[in-house]
C-alpha cells in the first residue's frame, strides 16, 4: 500500500489528544488517531506498520507492550516526528537523555487524564512499590492465586506509571527494577492458575523490564524465572537455553548463591531431557557454589534467601525424579525437608513429587496417600497448577485400580464437577 504519515499536517499533531498520547508515549491512542485520520481499518494499519491484524488490535487495546526499537520503528514508518514522542532516532540527540527515556518509553505508557495531577517520584516511591510486591508475595503462599492476580496486574500498571513519572528525576533508577519485580510475581500467579500464555507474557516482561533498568543480576533472576518455567512446561531446550543468557548476565564471578540456582535450573532442564550426565555434572557445580556460599553473609538480591544445602538436596530429588532414579529421589526429599518447611501450595508440589517417586518405587499405596493429600491443598488454596499435577500424576500411573487408588479417582473427579 506504501502508507506513511507524512501526509497529515502539522496541526494534527498539535490536536490534544494526539499530544499527550505523544507526550506519554501512549502509542494505543497515538496508533488510533493515526488510523482515523487516514481513514485506515485496522488491517490497513496493520499493514502500513508491517505488523499482524492481530498483533495491532491488541496494541490499541493495550495489551501488547512495545519495545523502544518498536515504537522508534513504528514511528518512523508512520511519519511521527520523533522529537515529540521523545525518543528521537539513533543518532542527534543527547545520549542521556536516551537511555533516560529508554527505560520508559518501552512501557507505552498509560494515558492518563490530563486533569488529574500526579506526584512526582521522590526518595521513598521505589521502596513502597516494593514494600506492595513483597507484601503480595508473603499472602501468595497461603492464598489463592486468582484472589492476588487482579491486584498483581495493577501493581504491575503502578509501577509502569511511576517509572513514567520518575523519568526526568533522580529516582528513576531505584523505580525502575519494581517494573521488573511486580511482573515476576504476576507471571507466578498467573503460572500457578495455568494461564500460561499470560504468565509467560509477564516473565519476559520482567525479563525486559530488568534489562532496561540496567540491573544484570535482576535480569539473570528473572531469565532464570522464565528458564524454570519453560522446563516444567515441557520446553527444556529453551529453558536451557535461557539459562545460558542468565549465566552471561552474571558474569565470570557469579554470587554463590546465582551460580547454585542456576545450575540447578539447568539440571532439571538435562534431566527433562535424560541427559544424566549433564544433570549430574550441574548438580555437582551447585554442591561447590553453595560450599562457597556458606561463607558468605547474606545473598544477593533480588534472592532473598540463601541457597544452603536443604535446597540443594530439594533440587537434586527433583533431578532424581525425572531421571528415573527413585530411591535416590525419596532419600534426598528426605534430606531436604529435615531443614526445609514449604509453603502451602509448595509443599503440595513437594508431596507429589516425593509421591511420584514412591510410585516408581513399587510404594503405590505410599504414593497415592501422599497424592491425595497435595489433592486436599490443590482444592483448599484453588491452585490450577498443583490440580493440574495431580491428574498428570493419576495418568502416568497404568497399575491395577485398588481400594485407595478408587477413592483417589472419586475425589479427583469431584473437583471438575
Not at 153 to 164: F, G, I, N, Q
Request: aromatic share 6%.
Amino acid at each position: 500500500m506504501g502508507h506513511d504519515g507524512n501526509g497529515l499536517q502539522p496541526e494534527f499533531w498539535a490536536r490534544p489528544l494526539v499530544a499527550t498520547a505523544l507526550a506519554e508515549c501512549d502509542m494505543a491512542t497515538l496508533l488510533d488517531e493515526v488510523r482515523s485520520a487516514h481513514g485506515w481499518t485496522q488491517s490497513q494499519l496493520a499493514h502500513a506498520v508491517g505488523y499482524s491484524q492481530s498483533w495491532v488490535s491488541k496494541v490499541l487495546r493495550g495489551q501488547q507492550m512495545l519495545s523502544v526499537d518498536q515504537i522508534r520503528d513504528i514511528a518512523r514508518t508512520l511519519g511521527v516526528p520523533q522529537y515529540l514522542l521523545r525518543i528521537g532516532d539513533r543518532g542527534g540527540e543527547d545520549p542521556t537523555k536516551r537511555r533516560d527515556f529508554s527505560k520508559v518509553a518501552f512501557l507505552a505508557a498509560l494515558p492518563v487524564t490530563p486533569s488529574i495531577s500526579y506526584r512526582a517520584a521522590d526518595e521513598t516511591t521505589a521502596a513502597s512499590l516494593a514494600a506492595i510486591t513483597g507484601a503480595q508475595r508473603r499472602l501468595e503462599s497461603d492464598t489463592p492465586a486468582r484472589e492476588l492476580a487482579r491486584g498483581a496486574v495493577a501493581h504491575v500498571e503502578l509501577t509502569k506509571r511511576a517509572l513514567v513519572r520518575s523519568a526526568e528525576t533522580p529516582f528513576a533508577i531505584e523505580v525502575c527494577p519494581t517494573v521488573s519485580e511486580a511482573a515476576g510475581f504476576a507471571a507466578w500467579l498467573h503460572a500457578d492458575m495455568q494461564d500460561i500464555g499470560t504468565a509467560r507474557m509477564f516473565y519476559r516482561f520482567a525479563v525486559d523490564s530488568a534489562r532496561r533498568a540496567e540491573h544484570p543480576l535482576l535480569e539473570a533472576y528473572m531469565l532464570g524465572s522464565l528458564a524454570a518455567f519453560e522446563i516444567d512446561h515441557d520446553d527444556p531446550q529453551l529453558g536451557l537455553s535461557m539459562v545460558a543468557q542468565a549465566r552471561a548476565r552474571t558474569g565470570s564471578h557469579p554470587p554463590p548463591t546465582a551460580r547454585a540456582w542456576l545450575a540447578c535450573i539447568e539440571a532439571l532442564g538435562h534431566a527433562a531431557r535424560h541427559d544424566a550426565h549433564g544433570a549430574l555434572r550441574c548438580l555437582r557445580e551447585a554442591e561447590l557454589a553453595v560450599a562457597a556460599g556458606e561463607r558468605t553473609v547474606s545473598p544477593p538480591w533480588p534472592w532473598v534467601f540463601p541457597f544452603d544445602p536443604g535446597k540443594l538436596a530439594g533440587y537434586r530429588a527433583l533431578v532424581m525424579v525425572r531421571l528415573g532414579r527413585p530411591q535416590d529421589a525419596v532419600a534426598a526429599f528426605t534430606e531436604s525437608l529435615v531443614s526445609v518447611r514449604p509453603a502451602a501450595k509448595q509443599q503440595a508440589l513437594l508431596m507429589l513429587e516425593i509421591a511420584t517417586a514412591r510410585r516408581m518405587a513399587g510404594e503405590v499405596d505410599e504414593a497415592f496417600t501422599l497424592a491425595q493429600e497435595a489433592l486436599k491443598a490443590g482444592v483448599v488454596y484453588s491452585s490450577e497448577r498443583v490440580l493440574q499435577r495431580v491428574r498428570r500424576f493419576r495418568r502416568d500411573y497404568e497399575g491395577p485400580p485398588s481400594l485407595l487408588v478408587r477413592e483417589f479417582d472419586d475425589r479427583l473427579r469431584s473437583t471438575v464437577v
